[in-house]
């Protein structure tokens, strides 16, 4: 009886130490768990004064942004409202007293345009906007896109085997570069104007675009940004393609551009040029203007012929591109296509720069009435 009454009691201490065991550990729970959410909620806390203060601090700055902005945009309004900038190129209008050239028969070539650069305007011409094909003065817009384009692109390349071989094929007229010949941009330039090289157009239109075909879509962007109407190019040759044309007015103002640059007017205002020594050629190569070969460009009494480019392709016929000056101070392009040989164009320009040009014509004037008997 007694030993019952002993288990029992022991059963009653078992069972308090139990729940007592319970109870403290669902107070730890607690206790842990209130830890848990006061570390919670302060951690929330943190993080929203820091978010709250970044976008304090972020609201300022755009607020500071968007005021130097608006300060830098007025300021540049400012400055272009003070400073008017001219676009690239004006675009050519054919002048009121457009003096029509196609019964002169001075003048062998059946296409031309005389640009008088001070005053936009075609002075002179015969079917001055008639669609013909540039030939290599095709060259004069592939120097104005190399040119503009010169910072972004390798400055050398190397030749190999198959582009000179196609040209050669074709019987495009080269500067002369071989096969593994390493060549600066510089004397490419200077290859691609002088003697007409279409070695160095393909050369420089690869380092620029990576090929022809790419190098003729900067082409035809540049004739958008110059506002040209009737011209379009396909390659940087100027070799024969049925759907690469100009008229002898969009190609005078295509020359009329090219010479605003210094570089461009020294490259196509040069008679010879050297080119610097490769392996190939220890010597250089020297290269000679086609159209200086065949004028001094002082040949007019008080003009001087400052840059140009002959082209030929038996589609294209004789052809040639020229900026002048006066010693008036004027400026001048003259422009023919299509002629049936090749000193035709040379002929037609002196004529033209005697004889056409205001300047020119006045003074014509002015020594045939000092000459006449009856003064």
């Known amino acids: 009886m007694e030993y019952d009454n002993y288990n029992e009691v022991e059963i009653r201490r078992d069972r308090k130490r139990k729940a007592q065991l319970r109870r403290k550990k669902r107070q730890r729970a607690l206790r842990i768990k209130l830890i848990i959410m006061t570390v919670a909620a302060i951690l929330i806390a943190v993080v929203i004064i820091n978010v709250t203060s970044g976008l304090r601090k972020t609201s300022k700055q755009k607020a500071a942004f968007a005021s130097d902005i608006i300060a830098e945009t007025y300021a540049e309004n400012e400055t272009q409202t003070q400073q008017p900038t001219e676009p690239p190129l004006i675009y050519s209008q054919m002048a009121a007293d457009y003096k029509d050239l196609s019964s002169d028969t001075h003048i062998a070539s059946p296409y031309a345009a005389l640009l008088d650069v001070n005053n936009h305007k075609i002075i002179a011409g015969k079917l001055a906007d008639s669609k013909i094909y540039p030939a290599s003065m ?58 007409s090289g279409a070695d160095a157009a393909e050369a420089l239109a690869i380092m620029v675009a990576g090929s022809n075909e790419e190098f003729a879509k900067l082409m035809n962007e540049k004739c958008q940004e110059l506002g040209l109407k009737y011209t379009h190019f396909t ?92 010693n008036k101070g004027n400026a001048y392009v003259f422009c023919t296509g299509g002629a049936t040989y090749r000193w035709a164009p040379v002929y037609d320009e002196i004529y033209v720069y005697k004889n056409i040009i205001p300047e020119s014509a006045k003074d014509l004037e002015t020594e045939t009435t000092k000459m006449s008997p009856n003064n």
């Not at 582009?163 to 200077?190: K, P, Q």
């Not at 070799?239 to 490259?267: C, F, G, H, N």
């Open 235 to 326: 390659n940087p040759t100027g070799l024969y393609d049925d759907e690469q044309y100009t008229t002898p007015s969009e190609m005078a103002m295509i020359m009329e551009y090219a010479m605003k640059d210094e570089t461009r007017a020294k490259v196509l205002g040069t008679y010879q040029y050297k080119t610097k020594a490769t392996a190939q050629h220890p010597e250089g190569i020297q290269l000679t203007s086609t159209m200086y070969s065949r004028i001094y460009g002082n040949e007019a009494p008080g003009v001087l012929v400052t840059g140009g480019k002959t082209g030929y392709t038996n589609e294209a016929g004789s052809c040639l591109v020229s900026y002048s000056v006066t």
């Open 138 to 195: 095709t060259k004069v817009m592939t120097l104005i896109v190399v040119s503009e384009n010169i910072d972004k692109m390798p400055q050398t390349y190397t030749f190999g085997f198959e582009m000179l071989n196609r040209l050669y094929m074709e019987e495009a007229s080269v500067a002369g570069f071989l096969e593994g010949e390493t060549v600066d941009v510089e004397d490419l330039m200077y290859g691609l104007v002088l003697p």
